[in-house]
């Protein structure tokens, strides 16, 4: 069974910067597309960034050249980041992972972000 772990949400003061991690189970092979959505009280889900088995990245015009995305070379290739610096309280939203495989989306428990003013 396919797993997503996501970690590094939390509180942080408009200006800040936050991490977020997730992890795939080991038992996806390869390289494969991952992304981090999000959705705000109210509204859509949203992508925010993504990621291309060949390392090509995508991003919504809202958070470019704020948010960067990255696979961890050091440890599982199915793990990603998303390193978020000048937030703003628009940003504030529980973020969720995808990962896509085999022909399937799998999706995170989401973890909430909050940008205070």
């Known amino acids: 069974q396919v797993q997503l772990v996501e970690s590094g949400g939390g509180l942080v003061q408009a200006g800040g910067s936050l991490r977020l991690t997730c992890a795939a189970s080991?038992?996806?092979?390869?390289?494969?597309?991952m992304a981090w959505y999000r959705q705000g009280l109210d509204k859509e889900r949203e992508l925010v960034a993504n990621i291309a088995n060949n390392g090509y990245t995508n991003y919504a015009d809202s958070v470019k050249g704020r948010f960067s995305i990255s696979r961890d070379n050091a440890r599982n290739m199915n793990t990603v980041h998303l390193q978020m610096n000048s937030l703003r309280p628009e940003d504030t939203a529980v973020y969720y992972c995808?990962?896509?495989?085999?022909?399937?989306?799998?999706w995170g428990q989401g973890t909430q972000v909050t940008v205070s003013s």
């Open positions: 995808r990962l896509y495989y085999r022909g399937r989306n799998y």
């Open positions: 080991r038992n996806v092979v390869g390289i494969n597309p």
